[in-house]
């Protein structure tokens, strides 16, 4: 009791702002959100951001990278999966998002890549991209981190 007066004496909180639990982040994705890692905590510097990125990751494994974390799931989750996954295998990718949300849940955010309409983006900017066809350059993966950004403060009424 002494510290909870203490702590309101010098004007401190007794927990982290709701606004705060609010801002948090999980990035869930593959060699595309590889090449965005670096620029994400710093379009959403205000956020306590995680990220669970791997090279070759498909979307069937994006609700396993989820579930390892818990309890501790942050409220806004983006998913960056798809891109090694076949193209054709729609009901595949369609179940892949299912289970990506049953995992969310109801109470969480989930921004999902292709709402960026990073097609559109990548078209509008042809310079970005390498030989392979899908990454992009350091000026390609700051783009794509300000879409996620963007998207993502729209989860946060707080924002």
Not at 27 to 40: F, H, K, M, P, W
Not at 53 to 81: F, K
Not at 109 to 130: F, I, K, T, Y
């Amino acid at each position: 009791m002494r510290r909870a007066l203490a702590l309101l004496a010098a004007g401190l909180p007794l927990a982290p702002p709701a606004a705060a639990a609010e801002r948090s982040l999980l990035v869930n994705g593959d060699s595309l959100a590889e090449g965005t890692r670096q620029y994400i905590p710093r379009e959403l510097s205000r956020w306590r951001v995680t990220q669970s990125t791997a090279v070759s990751r498909h979307a069937y494994e994006g609700d396993d990278v989820m579930r390892r974390y818990g309890s501790r799931l942050p409220r806004v989750i983006h998913v960056s999966l798809g891109t090694n996954d076949d193209p054709g295998d729609v009901d595949g990718f369609r179940d892949a998002i299912a289970d990506v949300m049953k995992v969310a849940g109801t109470t969480r955010c989930v921004v999902w890549a292709h709402v960026l309409n990073w097609v559109r983006m990548v078209r509008g900017h042809p310079e970005w991209l390498a030989r392979d066809g899908v990454h992009v350059s350091a000026a390609g993966y700051q783009a794509r981190a300000e879409a996620v950004a963007r998207a993502v403060r729209r989860c946060s009424p707080a924002e």
